[in-house]
């Protein structure tokens, strides 16, 4: 794991902590898999220089020691302020995917559904006969259904065809 990922990493966690008064950040660098008690502190060091957390006590047997978000370390995670520093919040790898959405807000538009193809993929699909005969039977009660279809509808903009 790389510096800004652990960092945003642990700026994320100690938001979600933001609450409680004290926060144990041993606890928190070790949910992200950093052990290492130099990288704990040179990270928590960058951290605290740039005002994005407040270190109270660093007692032994903890190298992340306890403390604080501070109220700046908050608007930065919010996005309500520019990084101080670089970070990331959240890395996601999305590989053999289609019609994925990511992002908040963000809207995905379905004109219709051919159920002529769905019934092709049923058919191609690695199933028994009667799955297969049970599943046509199963869509065929969902298109022909007045309250599903007009759901159908209103939900996918379009209609099923």
Do not use: C
Not at 53 to 63: E, L
Not at 83 to 89: A, L, S, T
Not at 147 to 160: A, R, S, V
Request: proline share 4%; net charge negative.
């Amino acid at each position: 794991m790389q510096d800004d990922e652990i960092i945003g990493g642990a700026l994320k966690l100690m938001h979600d902590d933001r609450y409680n008064s004290m926060t144990d950040f041993g606890k928190i660098f070790a949910s992200l898999g950093v052990t290492d008690e130099n990288v704990i502190r040179g990270i928590q060091s960058r951290m605290k220089q740039k005002g994005l957390i407040d270190v109270k006590a660093q007692p032994v047997g903890n190298p992340g020691g306890y403390g604080a978000i501070t109220d700046y370390g908050i608007e930065v995670f919010e996005g309500k302020v520019p990084k101080p520093m670089p970070m990331i919040f959240n890395s996601v790898t999305i590989s053999g995917s289609s019609n994925v959405q990511l992002g908040q807000g963000n809207t995905q538009n379905v004109s219709s559904i051919d159920v002529g193809k769905l019934n092709a993929a049923i058919d191609g699909a690695t199933a028994t006969m009667e799955e297969k005969a049970e599943a046509k039977s199963l869509l065929a009660k969902l298109v022909s259904n007045p309250l599903l279809k007009g759901l159908w509808e209103k939900w996918l903009g379009g209609g099923l065809g």
